[in-house]
């Protein structure tokens, strides 16, 4: 019996949720186990393509919360009509504010009800404080992609712990890509600082452009990669447009290859306010790339001598000292400390998991 799991997710973006359900799905025994998708937005890239061809299903739900009447109107109906067929609801939450899905599960007779926490910070901290101990009556199992966002989302009770798995392989540093993607943004010869992320403001990217603004006083010769899309997008091109910027800074919005991007920059920047994990820091990790982050990122995420830490409220001049001193000197080095995050091991346990909640 193939058993299907139903994935509630915001949108099918480019978020680092997406990206891990995606990984899962493309390495599970999809004869054994299924994805269907149920999704919030309108705003859905390429994936919804690929999820049909491997025979997944996506069903879009009106807006929420811009529509939240409407959206609990089409989920009750949804699970009223649907619920039989899924044995497992899994639930990525970046907070506790959208609980709706595991109230109407269990009314309507799922048996495995997950909620997963991919993040250490709530828009709305009264919401999601209340939810904390709503939920209770609700879920069976608790997810969460590091302790940090476990502990941050549950508190005291059991939680397990599930890395976001990625193709190891896949992203490896690559000469190729590396002269490919610098030709296409003729930036042959240039220092790449680099970031990838969805345009938000837990991804800090007013904070990347005005220490770049400094790091270029003394490199000229340097220009900023930023990876991504999101709600943001505008507003930031507008800022770096306004420091006189924008020539220098490549926006090269949601790619389906970040892998190549990568192996294209010579060091990534990673200051976010807040991270579930940070998906993207440990594929630039296995890319090779020298790495400067922020201090609130899950130890988790740092699993190599590459990565160079500095407090938020650091000096201008101290992160750019630690970008010209962390330049891209040896491109064949990638980490080998990253067996956990093999996206097929990690399948594989969702895998059973998800197959011994269907018997």
């Known amino acids: 019996m193939v058993v299907r799991v139903l994935h509630v997710l915001n949108n099918l973006g480019s978020g680092g949720a997406e990206a891990f359900v995606m990984n899962m799905y493309r390495n599970i025994d999809r004869t054994k186990v299924q994805f269907d998708f149920l999704i919030r937005s309108t705003k859905n890239g390429p994936m919804v393509q690929e999820i049909e061809k491997m025979g997944g299903k996506v069903f ?18 949804f699970l009223k009509k649907n619920s039989m067929k899924y044995m497992a609801i899994h639930v990525h939450a970046n907070s506790l504010i959208y609980v709706k899905p595991l109230q109407l599960a269990k009314k309507y007779g799922i048996p495995c009800r997950i909620i997963h926490s991919h993040s250490t910070k709530s828009s709305a901290p009264i919401v999601h404080f209340i939810n904390k101990k709503r939920i209770e009556k609700w ?9 940090m966002a476990g502990q941050w989302m549950f508190s005291k009770k059991e939680y397990q712990i599930i890395p976001n798995g990625i193709e190891l392989d896949r992203f490896i ?10 030709s296409k943004y003729e930036l042959e010869g240039k220092t790449i600082i680099g970031n990838v992320g969805r345009f938000t403001p837990q991804k800090n990217h007013f904070f990347i452009i005005d220490v770049f603004e400094k790091y270029r006083e003394e490199e000229p010769n340097a220009a900023l990669m930023l990876v991504g899309d999101g709600d943001d997008k505008l507003k930031i091109i507008d800022y770096a447009t306004k ?20 192996s294209a920059m010579d060091v990534f920047f990673f ?22 982050v922020s201090d609130r990122i899950p130890k988790e995420s740092l699993m190599n001598e590459n990565i160079f830490i500095l407090p938020l409220e650091a000096d201008l001049d ?3 000292h630690e970008l010209r001193d962390a330049v891209r000197i040896d491109s064949d080095l990638h980490s080998s400390n990253l067996k956990r ?14 197959r011994k909640a269907g018997l």
Request: hydrophobic share 40%; charged share 20%.
């Open 139 to 147: 879920v069976t199992h608790r997810f969460a992609c590091s302790s």
């Open 271 to 292: 200051p976010s306010v807040c991270e579930g994990l940070g998906i993207s820091l440990i594929e630039a990790q296995q890319n090779g790339l020298p790495c400067i």
């Open 341 to 354: 995050y093999d996206a097929l091991c990690v399948a594989k346990h969702l895998e059973s998991f998800y």
């Open 243 to 262: 420091k006189g910027l924008k020539e220098n800074i490549v926006f090269t919005g949601a790619v389906p290859d970040v892998w190549r991007y990568l």
């Open 173 to 182: 540093f690559n000469e190729q890509a590396r002269k490919e993607i610098r």
């Open 318 to 320: 101290v992160w750019t």
């Open 60 to 77: 879009i739900l009106p807006p929420f919360p811009k529509k939240i009447i409407q959206n609990y109107r089409g989920l009750e109906n």
